[in-house]
């Protein structure tokens, strides 16, 4: 079992544990600017060709995204559960979960992929194979531009978060939690949390879009 | 303004208020900087360290004087901003123009082309006193047109119309260059307006040979694409006529209204299904990357022509 | 190094000094030598295009370099200027070394995190000078579209990606100062304590933050569609040519407030020291700070005028535009107030620090100018505006870094500068910066075009003048190496505190020990208790010395 002492710059072990926190948060703000820039931007063009938006958006896979919303939302799900373990102590249920956790982020990125390959087989991938459909304008392309650029970066973060939870799923191993130390837990579930906001919020954007019973 | 050494020429009616407002601030910031550099000054050398000034005393509550100059700059600072917001609304919304010409900027040259049909590259030929509207767009990226003597400027953008206006007060050879980088040769992307009297515009723009006006070139444009086949008197398409749309308002479906100017009828063409008319069907197509904006040009100026409150077309 | 640390007692410098102790180190203020090598060297790179381009426009027909050439080389200028050099400069390497410092700290809050801002800022370092090697781009600093997406014929793709992996260091950093100020300040160091430089590093991370994220998904953008042939900025698609200018000037104009808050800073600490007196309005200083970092975000529109914004949209940002200039004024005002009933001396960091007063006092000013819309309408992407912001980002920040630099050099080194030398360098520095620019205020007016390789022979006597004033700031800036560079050989030693200054860093050795403090300090004083009447000062741990 390691000594619990905090680094040369902190007084005390909760210090550093509020401050690795209060880092995390900070982090996800900045986040919260790289994305918030791109949904806004949606929006506006989003609100300008709203009948092209539409049309477009017809062509999403609203059953494939849907499932990646249940996958993910229980992910953070097994994440708090393993965080909670964690706080007790109970390493290898801590383990299980996280791999539970690792494992469902695992299924999300297959199910996006299995996506793409749908979206290509539509011929609704710009710059690729995007054909115009009868009756629809070019501002359709923009809304499968967005729509790939914000699930791809979603992706991206997606699969640094697993990099995180391997990690964790290391230091676990290893012993390295404990009641009184469980702060990278803490901080790599705040950043999933994240992760799992974001697909909430593109959800929302993309998939539901023309879809409405008129 | 042209006792000043190296002062620009000013050759129109909005120079003059630009350099009355430049100098006015121009004043303003002299004064401020002979005050802080004047202070400056006085307290290094009054206070420098070894002279025997009265150094007791230092102000403790400081808020009274920085209360007093934090107003003092507001004030100042928002009379300029109504003095120059105040020119900037009368620059940028078009009075009744005498006189319409439309300008496309490509990489790298300018080109004119006047309402008769008359067409320059790097020049345009202008009447002295006359209100001329400026019409103008890009083929390619955005340039910036800008005539240094009359102190207006508007950038060029790609796929959309921009409109300002100026009126010449001083006949000659003004520069025209273009200020928005734009590639290799964008310094060398310039020009002249040349201002003439208005008996001799009248005199160069009959010396350009035969032409027939845009709004003429635009009829033929209308039918050669086919828009006559909807819009025309005797289609069995259930389109809107045309005739008298320009100018006027325009009820879309969704219950919004909007105006009918350049732009809406550029959008109309290229992004047909952005705005539908009300009580129309959405199946005009795009002519998007089919005409090019020399010919839309025409086609806007045709449209123009329809209706009977546009004075500017021939 | 064994020559420059001889004989010195241990210090963060002597403490191990191989390769590996430096390159893997966790030590804030070895991070900040790091980080001063890495951007004095993009300094010079920089610097050796504006010598390129200060020599091309000479000649009104610009022949010396190609045009191709030429409007690269103004491209990387801004470019390397702004994200390798002004952005990083002072918070970096000032930043890193005094923050902890200055706070009572022993390191900041990550310094894993720091260590990898360095190494991070080398890699977008080494994709920019990839970008230089093999050709460069011409699309300017500010990448608009369609030209940069669509026409440019350059690398723009590894442009934005060295940018975009040059964000990533300035957010690493500034996370790293915010936490650090709210998190570890010593027993008694309140907010209103703090000295105004830790208030400037704690308004300037802000921005960092929440503006750079928005400059990487721009960039993000251009490069994507760059790369694919399709995006979110094609006029064919439908795309606003206009999208582009407010999400890149969203960021670049907060942008340009992150290369001022810390100069700002730096020159608070100069002129209360060097007049012997408090800071006039210690309270109105730092919430003017604070205003200038919020209200940069509400107007970076008036970069936009004459692009095709609506007059309603030009108004407000206007409008916004003399608000934020508000707090700026009354910074000078308040250092101008500062020299009264001081006891002031003419040292060199002084001279930087008066410079920059008059300098920013100019600059400033002239953006009152371009803020004012239909003077924009003229003035508008010509030489006023290059004027305008050379006078306040190189004399007022570089004369800022400057000046920091050399108040600090006693403390980083353990050695005194020469100081003739030193007042050389600065008094160069004004004048030269004086002619190289003033004349680019007549050019602008006069209607010379920015970005122009060749221009009317009738406006060559500005170029000529402004081109000889750039030789002249050749000089004074490269001075500073050769006296620098002496004094770490054989400068005079330093003790703690040779300036009699009041901040916490002064309290310990120079240069300080690896854990900055023997023992965590404690706060009794608030910052600048200087008396001009008779020399004493309270240090900020509450002794008092005559």
Not at chain 3, 37 to 42: H, L, N, P
Request: charged fraction near 10%.
């Amino acid at each position: 079992m390691r000594s619990l002492r905090p680094e040369p710059q902190y007084a005390t072990l909760a210090q550093q544990t509020e401050t690795a926190q209060l880092g995390m948060w900070t982090f996800i703000a900045t986040e919260v600017m790289f994305f918030g820039a791109l949904v806004f931007t949606y929006f506006l063009y989003r609100t300008q060709y709203g009948e092209q938006f539409r049309l477009a958006a017809q062509d999403s896979k609203l059953l494939l995204g849907s499932i990646n919303q249940a996958i993910l939302l229980t992910s953070s799900l097994t994440m708090v559960m393993a965080i909670n373990f964690g706080k007790e102590g109970r390493q290898r249920l801590l383990v299980l979960l996280l791999l539970a956790t690792a494992l469902l982020g695992l299924c999300f990125l297959g199910v996006k992929g299995y996506e793409y390959l749908e979206d290509y087989k539509s011929s609704t991938v710009p710059s690729l194979n995007y054909l115009l459909k009868p009756g629809h304008h070019p501002p359709t392309e923009l809304f499968w531009v967005f729509y790939f650029i914000a699930t791809g970066l979603h992706a991206v973060h997606l699969t640094v978060g697993l990099g995180l939870i391997l990690v964790l799923i290391w230091m676990a191993q290893r012993g390295r939690f404990s009641p009184n130390y469980y702060s990278p837990l803490e901080v790599v579930g705040l950043y999933w949390s994240f992760v799992d906001t974001v697909w909430v919020f593109l959800f929302a954007a993309i998939y539901p879009l023309g879809r409405a019973a008129t | 303004m042209q006792w000043v050494p190296f002062w620009p020429r000013d050759a129109s009616v909005t120079a003059q208020s630009i350099d009355r407002i430049f100098i006015g601030e121009l004043a303003l910031v002299l004064v401020i900087l002979a005050f802080v550099f004047g202070l400056m000054i006085v307290f290094g050398l009054r206070y420098r360290h070894g002279s025997r000034a009265n150094r007791s005393g230092l102000v403790k509550k400081t808020w009274r004087w920085e209360i007093g100059w934090t107003v003092g700059s507001l004030a100042a600072f928002l009379a300029l901003f109504v003095w120059g917001a105040n020119m900037y609304v009368w620059l940028y919304d078009p009075p009744r123009a005498d006189l319409e010409i439309y300008v496309v900027a490509k990489q790298w040259m300018w080109k004119a082309q006047h309402p008769g049909g008359q067409r320059e590259i790097n020049e345009l030929h202008v009447p002295l006193g006359e209100t001329v509207r400026l019409l103008l767009t890009s083929q390619d990226v955005i340039h910036s047109f800008f005539v240094p003597a009359f102190r207006v400027k508007h950038d060029v953008l790609p796929g959309q119309y921009e409109a300002f206006w100026f009126k010449a007060t001083e006949l000659g050879r003004f520069r025209l260059e273009c200020t928005q980088y734009c590639g290799t040769e964008h310094a060398h992307m310039g020009g002249d307006i040349v201002v003439m009297p208005p008996a001799d515009y009248a005199r160069w723009l009959s010396r350009q040979g035969e032409h027939e006006s845009l709004a003429q070139q635009g009829e033929a444009l209308f039918r050669k694409y086919g828009c006559s086949g909807c819009h025309g008197t005797n289609s069995t398409v259930h389109a809107p006529s045309l005739a008298g749309v320009y100018g006027g308002l325009v009820h879309l479906e969704g219950g919004d209204t909007v105006r009918a100017d350049e732009r809406y009828i550029r959008d109309s063409i290229l992004l047909p299904r952005s705005q539908i008319v009300a009580g129309y069907p959405p199946v005009m197509p795009s002519f998007a990357g089919q005409i090019g904006e020399d010919d839309l040009v025409k086609l806007v100026a045709y449209i123009q022509s329809l209706s009977p409150i546009d004075g500017a077309s021939q | 190094m064994t020559t420059v640390t001889a004989d010195l007692p241990a210090s963060y410098l002597t403490k191990e000094n191989t390769i590996a102790s430096w390159l893997l180190t966790s030590d804030h203020k070895r991070i900040a030598l790091l980080f001063f090598a890495s951007i004095t060297f993009f300094f010079f790179i920089g610097g050796f295009a504006a010598t390129l381009i200060r020599l091309h426009l000479l000649n009104p027909a610009g022949t010396l370099l190609q045009p191709d050439m030429y409007n690269r080389m103004f491209t990387m200028h801004g470019i390397v200027m702004v994200w390798f050099f002004l952005i990083p400069s002072i918070p970096t390497t000032l930043g890193n070394f005094l923050i902890p410092l200055m706070i009572g700290a022993r390191d900041l809050a990550f310094p894993k995190i720091n260590l990898a801002s360095w190494y991070v800022f080398n890699i977008s370092g080494l994709v920019v000078l990839f970008c230089l090697f093999v050709g460069g781009v011409d699309t300017g600093w500010t990448f608009y579209t369609p030209y940069s997406t669509m026409f440019a014929n350059g690398y723009v793709i590894p442009a934005a990606v060295a940018v975009f992996i040059n964000g990533f260091s300035s957010i690493m950093t500034g996370l790293n100062f915010v936490i650090t100020i709210h998190r570890l300040r010593a027993p008694g160091m309140t907010w209103m304590r703090l000295p105004l430089f830790v208030w400037a590093i704690y308004a300037v991370s802000i921005v960092m933050l929440l503006a750079t994220p928005v400059l990487a998904m721009t960039l993000a953008l251009v490069a994507l569609e760059r790369w694919m042939g399709v995006g979110i900025f094609d006029p064919q698609l439908g795309g606003d040519p206009l999208l582009f200018q407010h999400m890149f000037w969203f960021y670049s104009h907060p942008a340009v407030y992150i290369m001022i808050l810390p100069a700002m800073g730096v020159v608070s600490e100069l002129v209360s020291c060097f007049a012997r007196r408090p800071i006039f309005g210690y309270e109105g200083m730092a919430y003017a700070l604070m205003a200038i970092a919020v209200i940069s975000f509400f107007v970076w529109a008036h970069h936009m005028f004459v692009a095709g914004i609506s007059i309603y949209a030009g108004i407000v940002f206007s409008l916004l535009t003399f608000f934020v200039a508000v707090p700026s004024a009354i910074k000078v005002f308040n250092w101008t107030a500062t020299l009264h009933k001081g006891s002031i001396s003419f040292d060199a960091p002084m001279l930087y620090a008066l410079g920059f007063v008059g300098l920013f006092t100019i600059g400033g000013l002239t953006g009152l100018m371009v803020a004012t819309l239909s003077i924009d309408i003229h003035v508008h992407d010509t030489y006023f505006v290059i004027a305008h912001f050379h006078y306040i980002m190189v004399g007022g920040t570089v004369s800022a870094f400057f000046g920091g630099l050399h108040y600090w050099w006693p403390k980083i080194t353990g050695r005194l500068y020469p100081e003739m030398w030193a007042r050389v360098a600065a008094i160069v520095t004004f004048l030269g910066f004086n002619l190289t620019f003033f004349p680019q205020f007549i050019l602008g007016y006069l209607g010379m075009p920015r970005r122009y390789y060749a221009y009317d022979p009738a406006w060559q006597v500005w170029n000529v003048l402004s081109s000889a004033g750039a030789s002249i700031l050749a000089v004074a800036y490269t001075l500073p190496l050769f006296y620098l560079g002496w004094s770490l050989f054989y400068g005079e030693r330093a003790g703690a505190n040779p300036w009699r200054a009041t901040g916490l860093e002064w309290l310990t050795s120079s240069p300080p020990p690896q854990h900055n403090f023997p023992r965590t300090p404690v706060v009794r004083a608030a910052p600048y208790q200087y008396n001009p009447a008779d020399g004493s000062y309270v240090a900020q741990d509450g002794s008092v010395n005559a």
